[in-house]
């Protein structure tokens, strides 16, 4: 196939120099009806391609023209099967890929440290979720992901599991032996969903970890809009093998999708692939040179500690994505989310996470030498104002335990409910999801038993200002549990 063609972006310009007369949504008609600093803001050309389903532009819920040719490129690409093209990002993505394969009372391994994504599919479908615990840094304060012998465990107990789902690799771009683990699960004939929201790149790398597709998963949800050029809410779903079967995959995404599909979206999708297939090792061979100078340069700064290969060599730490950098700041005596903060204010830098011990740096292939040495800069500038003034910070990883489920989360958030103070919580069982966003992995999720561990976690987050959120009361106090039956006397 030509991967230098784009089918769809192609046609949607032809299709805008062609100037048609419109009767048609979007009512701006290429901008003339939109507000007009936002029109000369965005431009004439964005909003002349912002258009809709009609016939020489194809139809995402059933592609047979230029989308259905842009996801058969994608697919080559990626070394898939089948690519589908989300606007609903990864979380649509992976939705699709629960549902597809889950229906009502069906068993899904999954790792407990899952966006919420998961979670919801798994309310949605009616599914039984089986936790396997993800493996706990106790150096740095979060979790790695799933290993093979916890998924043979789980499958030994659940052998009639509908799938298992793995995050590959996780946000702080760790990987446990994919391969190894789509191999034992094969072995039981059970379809391998990949969570790869942070692994756009790694298709295209040999020195990355491999990607989804590469060990033989059947279904990957990847997020081209985080590191792979696309915009933001533009995801793709790759599918691969017998296991699955593409046309209900076609259904579910379509029943999940709007039918206002964004063709800016789809366009950027489009041109995405074309750059990654013609120039993803090379972009990506760029962020991980730059990755390597800025992760040297930070373990040369006082006070700092960014990992690398040091954490190889455990089950869950199989290999690592050196562009994702994960820098603990323990030893400033200040939390992460102060530095997330500090960096804003003092240097307009604006990081993807913080956590009480750690804040997360992307090197992408949108960074250069002089945005890399900017960050270095105000990180030694960071040192010299906390290192040796304040006291280190004690770690104490406090991630409770994972708390027991007691329903399954549907008939949890379907349960009556009623608000209790969070501080009195413990014992009852939860009816919705609590989360720190980012990276939007529940601290509690519907059905599971409240432990006064999980209230003085979820206390000690909100008292750091990190972001707690998920409950109807977005301040916490209070929190929709189960109403418990008291017997009649
Ligand atoms: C591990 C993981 N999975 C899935 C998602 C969802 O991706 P999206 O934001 O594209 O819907 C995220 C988002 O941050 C994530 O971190």
Same mark, same amino acid.
């Given at each position: 196939?030509?991967?230098? @063609? ?14 048609? =007369?419109?009767? $048609? ?35 995402? $819920? ?42 009502? /009372? ?12 998961? =979670? ?60 190894? !683990? ?45 590191? /792979? ?6 995801? %793709? ?11 209900? !995959? ?9 039918? @206002?599909? @964004? ?8 041109? *995405? ?10 972009? *990506? ?50 939390? +992460? ?24 740096? =992307? ?14 800069? *105000? ?19 406090? %991630? ?39 990276? +939007?992995?529940? !601290? ?5 038993? !409240? ?18 959120? +998920?409950?109807?009361?977005? @301040? ?14």
């Amino acid at each position: 196939m030509d991967q230098s @063609s784009t089918p769809l972006f192609t046609a949607l310009r032809r299709h805008a120099e062609r100037n048609p =007369l419109q009767f $048609h949504i979007p009512g701006h008609k290429k901008g003339r009806g939109s507000d007009e600093e936002f029109r000369e803001f965005l431009g004439e050309n964005a909003l002349s391609i912002d258009l809709i389903n009609i016939a020489p532009l194809d139809d995402l $819920h059933q592609p047979a023209g230029v989308i259905d040719e842009a996801q058969k490129l994608a697919a080559e690409a990626f070394g898939a099967d089948y690519t589908f093209f989300s606007v609903q990002g990864t979380s649509g993505a992976i939705m699709t890929m629960i549902l597809s394969v889950c229906s009502p /009372g069906d068993k899904i391994i999954v790792p407990r440290n899952v966006h919420k994504s998961v =979670l919801s599919a798994i309310i949605f479908a009616g599914a039984r979720p089986v936790f396997v615990s993800p493996v706990r840094d106790g150096n740095l304060g979060i979790d790695h992901g799933i290993t093979t012998s916890a998924v043979r465990r789980a499958l030994e107990r659940h052998p009639d599991a509908k799938a298992v789902l793995v995050i590959n690799p996780t946000y702080f771009g760790v990987c446990a032996n994919l391969r190894e !683990i789509v191999d034992l699960v094969h072995s039981y004939d059970i379809p391998v969903l990949v969570d790869e929201a942070h692994g756009v790149l790694i298709h295209f790398h040999d020195e990355l970890p491999i990607s989804a597709m590469q060990a033989g998963a059947d279904m990957a949800a990847t997020s081209v809009h985080k590191l /792979g050029g696309s915009m933001t809410q533009s995801s %793709i779903l790759n599918v691969k093998g017998t296991r699955v079967n593409p046309h209900r !995959i076609q259904t579910i995404f379509s029943m999940l999708t709007t039918t @206002s599909t @964004s063709y800016l979206l789809l366009a950027s999708l489009d041109t *995405a692939r074309r750059n990654l297939a013609l120039n993803g090792r090379a972009m *990506a061979e760029h962020a991980i040179s730059l990755a390597r100078y800025a992760r040297r340069e930070i373990n040369a700064i006082p006070g700092l500690y960014c990992f690398g290969d040091d954490i190889l060599g455990g089950e869950a730490t199989y290999s690592y994505d050196p562009t994702k950098i994960t820098i603990h700041v323990r030893h400033l005596g200040i939390t +992460g989310y102060d530095v997330e903060n500090w960096l804003r204010e003092k240097h307009r830098i604006e990081v993807e996470l913080s956590d009480m011990y750690n804040i997360l740096a =992307l090197i992408t292939p949108g960074d250069t030498k002089e945005t890399v040495d900017a960050l270095l800069q *105000a990180l030694r500038e960071m040192s010299e104002t906390f290192y040796q003034v304040n006291e280190a910070k004690e770690l104490v990883v406090k %991630i409770p335990e994972i708390p027991q489920l007691s329903l399954t989360p549907r008939d949890a958030f379907y349960a009556e409910t009623e608000s209790v103070p969070l501080a009195e919580s413990a014992g009852r069982i939860i009816a919705e999801f609590i989360y720190v966003y980012p990276p +939007g992995i529940p !601290i509690l999720l519907p059905g599971e038993v !409240i432990s006064q561990a999980n209230i003085d976690y979820i206390l000690d987050h909100l008292h750091v200002g990190l972001p707690v959120k +998920g409950p109807e009361d977005p @301040s916490l106090n209070c929190v929709k549990v189960i109403v418990e039956e008291t017997p009649i006397s």
